[in-house]
């Protein structure tokens, strides 16, 4: 590994996804910081800092993925002890945003806990936030400190063009008319066309597929969404697809959230090959079959170095990500 020329910064890993933080880490050059988290008997957390920070650019990579509350709250005591160590900065790397679904009020005195949660960060302490992959875009303006948003399509079309997709007809198809812009974005890299599915949804987590907008019939259809959560949105999607004509079907997203009965639906489905990031660490027991990841630890890292060096992050979210080429 390369060490990082400058000694002020750091990089800490909670307990999320340690896995990518490690990696991360490798990527930029410095050692994972020093740092015990353990829980009183009675579930409270207690974290403690065993090195010295005062003064350092400190950089905290958790996802706030199952179970998100603990995940959450680990960082928010992070954050705050941090600040009574007297760090320079604290730079909060959230590559997976829990509570990013409920970004409005769909219905009458239903809360927003995506600004929140963006305020508890704040308050806590954060200078500064880097993410991947919001569910909806605007979440960067619930929070009052800078918010880097980073995006996943790109490693996903390196994925396919890597794996023989050149040649193939591919449409590049939305599982809903929100995912339009995501979905636009990888059919650039993939030079393809985009369809829509559009869907209603009775109630939570049931997926109702109504019609395709678009050309499907004969190609090979790659479906995106930011998060695959109990699979309904996709299997369904991936269902209409095939029956209109589609000759293979693919899935990927950013982040495998897989709770319930995800994994049996997706292994259940005429989907051929579900590829996501490591953006939340996925057991051992969930990896294999038709999973499978790609990391996200260089784009973190190149973002990580260029905020620290004052250097414009904005060429990662315009540029196919050629630093990975």
Known sequence: MEHYSDPNLKIFALSSNRPL???IADQVGVELGKVSVTHFSDG???INIDESIRGDHVYIVQS???PVNDNLMELLIMIDALRRASAKTINVVLPYYGYAR???KAQSREPITAKLVANMITQAGADRVLTLDLHAAQIQGFFDIPVDHLLGAPLLANYFLENNFKDKDIVVVSPDHGGVTRARKLAEFLHAPIAIIDKRRPKANVAE???IIGDVKGKVAVLIDDMIDTAGTITL???AIQDAGALEVYACCTHPVLSGP????????????VVVTDSIQVPEEKTGGKIVQVSVDQLMAEAIKRIHENRSVS???IEKFTILD
């Open 21 to 23: 933080a490690q990696k």
């Open 44 to 46: 409270e957390i207690k």
């Open 64 to 66: 706030t993925s199952y």
């Open 102 to 104: 409920q970004d409005r």
């Open 209 to 211: 597929v109504m019609n």
């Open 237 to 239: 999607a991936a269902q």
């Open 262 to 273: 995800a994994l049996d639906r997706l292994n259940a489905s005429v989907i051929k090959e």
């Open 315 to 317: 060429p990662l979210f």
